[in-house]
């Protein structure tokens, strides 16, 4: 009963649901503008080089990930110090990110250097986020671990909005067409100094107001972390489900993580859109994913994780194939509330299946795992992105980057089958 305790509060404490919250409205801000927006813009459009480059340093920064997260886990399940942690990684991102932009400025076009400072960057981002997630069960009381995850989702989504907003007049010096007073047009290199500010400033919510739970710690083991790595892995036959949960999502987010990298740079490649019309568009999509987030979030409650994860990963291989014959921009935006809606449930449908198959006392290291198995997968998916748009280059743009989606809607569809017979320890109770 202990246990259940520690990762069950027995009420609602608002005040505590919504410090955690905020932090996926401040992180949001920075895998918005940075990963998703300027950095790829920057490398591929600004400087002229193929997409392999971005690819590559977001698969560096994932394998560094992979590599860390979980001995990472066993570590914050053994001190109980996961906000610290967390207070940490989100520093040396925000340093890192701020360094882009002066990088840019003071050297130009020192594409190595820019990409270094990403991958520093994006490799405090990613462990942040192992932190985060393991934060959940603090907050979170019986039956509403959907429904808050879910909250936080689209509060995350909020928080892209509202960075898009804020950091475009940096950009073009205004905002939809009205000019700000004080603040010049500055490129795209502009750009990285004011997201690092946001992020910090209102990830503060979070590290000051947010109390971890005290949980029951794992005896202490005199067994190496390379031991006891492959023994988390051997652990996973005890619980059925986490291994085709963990080998279904090395192959769906392999497509929805190279989407979100790489939507950018295909609206300018494929679409034709200039930064004017893809602010708009994103915060146009970005509201569907925030709505996205909430109706899955109360779907997983319903009915349970796996088949609200079915769902949504059936509906972004529609999606993506829909996308490959999309050529106007109506209807790249029509899709891309479609795309949205799908990307908020991606999300809010995956962190409570592992919850419902991990047991409590050991949640960090199974969190160590799902970082394991999403960076894994973020570490092929670029790749996979920059191989194919590369080998279908000869024939244009738009031919290369509909053969990239296409591709990512096949690692979608075989992440799905994966996940099919799994059968979940959901209930109502």
């Given at each position: 009963m202990?246990?259940?305790?520690?990762?069950?509060?027995?009420?609602?404490k608002?005040?505590?649901?919504?410090?955690?919250?905020?932090?996926?409205f401040?992180?949001?801000?920075y895998s918005?503008?940075v990963?998703?927006?300027?950095?790829?813009l920057?490398?591929?459009?600004?400087l002229?080089?193929?997409?392999?480059?971005?690819?590559?340093?977001?698969?560096?920064?994932?394998?560094?990930v992979a590599?860390?997260a979980p001995?990472?886990?066993?570590?914050?399940?053994?001190?109980?110090?996961?906000?610290?942690f967390l207070?940490?990684?989100?520093?040396?991102?925000?340093?890192?990110?701020?360094?882009?932009?002066?990088?840019?400025?003071s050297?130009?076009?020192?594409?190595y250097?820019?990409?270094?400072?990403?991958?520093?960057?994006?490799?405090?981002?990613q462990?942040?986020?192992?932190?985060?997630?393991?934060?959940l069960?603090s907050?979170?009381?019986?039956?509403?671990?959907?429904?808050?995850?879910?909250?936080?989702?689209?509060i995350?989504?909020?928080?892209?909005?509202?960075?898009?907003?804020l950091?475009?007049?940096?950009?073009?010096?205004a905002?939809?067409?009205?000019?700000?007073?004080?603040?010049?047009?500055?490129?795209?290199?502009?750009?990285?100094v004011?997201?690092a500010?946001l992020?910090?400033?209102?990830?503060?919510?979070?590290?000051?107001?947010?109390?971890?739970?005290?949980?029951?710690?794992?005896?202490?083991?005199?067994?190496?972390?390379?031991?006891?790595?492959?023994?988390?892995?051997?652990?996973?036959?005890?619980?059925?489900?986490?291994?085709?949960?963990?080998?279904?999502?090395?192959?769906?987010?392999?497509?929805?993580?190279?989407?979100i990298?790489?939507?950018?740079?295909?609206?300018d490649?494929?679409?034709?859109l200039?930064?004017?019309?893809k602010?708009?568009?994103f915060?146009?999509?970005?509201?569907?994913?925030?709505?996205?987030s909430?109706?899955?979030?109360?779907?997983?409650?319903?009915?349970?994780?796996?088949?609200?994860?079915?769902?949504?990963?059936?509906?972004?291989?529609?999606s993506?194939?829909?996308?490959i014959?999309?050529?106007?921009?109506?209807?790249?935006?029509?899709?891309g509330?479609?795309?949205?809606?799908?990307?908020?449930?991606?999300?809010?449908?995956?962190?409570?299946?592992?919850?419902?198959?991990?047991?409590?006392?050991?949640i960090?290291?199974?969190f160590?795992?799902?970082?394991?198995?999403?960076?894994?997968?973020?570490?092929?998916?670029?790749?996979?992105?920059?191989?194919?748009?590369?080998?279908?280059?000869?024939?244009g743009?738009?031919?290369?980057y509909?053969?990239?989606?296409?591709?990512?809607a096949?690692?979608?569809?075989?992440?799905?089958?994966?996940?099919?017979?799994?059968?979940?320890?959901y209930?109502?109770?």
């Amino acid at each position: 009963m202990a246990s259940d305790s520690a990762y069950r509060p027995p009420e609602l404490k608002v005040g505590q649901i919504l410090s955690w919250c905020i932090y996926d409205f401040a992180n949001t801000i920075y895998s918005m503008n940075v990963v998703s927006l300027y950095f790829p813009l920057l490398i591929i459009v600004n400087l002229g080089f193929a997409d392999i480059y971005v690819a590559v340093a977001n698969s560096v920064s994932m394998l560094v990930v992979a590599l860390s997260a979980p001995f990472l886990g066993q570590l914050t399940d053994g001190i109980g110090q996961r906000k610290t942690f967390l207070m940490i990684a989100t520093a040396i991102c925000c340093l890192a990110t701020a360094s882009i932009g002066w990088a840019y400025s003071s050297f130009g076009g020192a594409v190595y250097l820019l990409l270094f400072l990403f991958v520093i960057a994006n490799v405090a981002y990613q462990l942040g986020l192992v932190f985060y997630n393991s934060l959940l069960p603090s907050v979170a009381p019986p039956g509403k671990i959907g429904r808050i995850g879910g909250l936080g989702v689209a509060i995350g989504y909020l928080g892209s909005i509202v960075g898009m907003v804020l950091i475009l007049p940096f950009n073009e010096g205004a905002i939809f067409g009205i000019d700000i007073p004080f603040i010049s047009a500055g490129g795209r290199e502009a750009t990285f100094v004011p997201t690092a500010v946001l992020f910090a400033l209102f990830a503060l919510p979070t590290f000051l107001f947010l109390h971890e739970k005290k949980h029951i710690r794992p005896p202490k083991s005199d067994i190496s972390p390379f031991r006891q790595i492959l023994e988390t892995l051997e652990d996973t036959k005890k619980y059925p489900g986490i291994r085709r949960f963990l080998l279904s999502k090395l192959f769906f987010l392999e497509g929805i993580e190279t989407a979100i990298i790489f939507m950018g740079v295909y609206s300018d490649k494929a679409i034709g859109l200039d930064d004017s019309v893809k602010i708009p568009f994103f915060i146009f999509a970005t509201v569907f994913a925030a709505v996205g987030s909430w109706i899955f979030g109360r779907l997983v409650d319903s009915y349970g994780a796996k088949p609200t994860l079915m769902a949504v990963l059936i509906g972004w291989v529609f999606s993506l194939v829909a996308l490959i014959f999309v050529k106007s921009v109506a209807a790249f935006f029509v899709l891309g509330a479609v795309v949205g809606i799908f990307l908020g449930g991606a999300w809010t449908a995956a962190r409570p299946l592992l919850i419902e198959l991990s047991p409590k006392e050991n949640i960090g290291r199974f969190f160590g795992l799902y970082s394991l198995s999403g960076k894994t997968a973020a570490i092929l998916g670029p790749i996979f992105w920059g191989i194919a748009v590369w080998a279908l280059s000869g024939y244009g743009d738009g031919v290369a980057y509909r053969g990239g989606v296409l591709m990512l809607a096949v690692l979608i569809a075989i992440g799905a089958l994966i996940l099919r017979p799994l059968k979940s320890p959901y209930s109502n109770a």
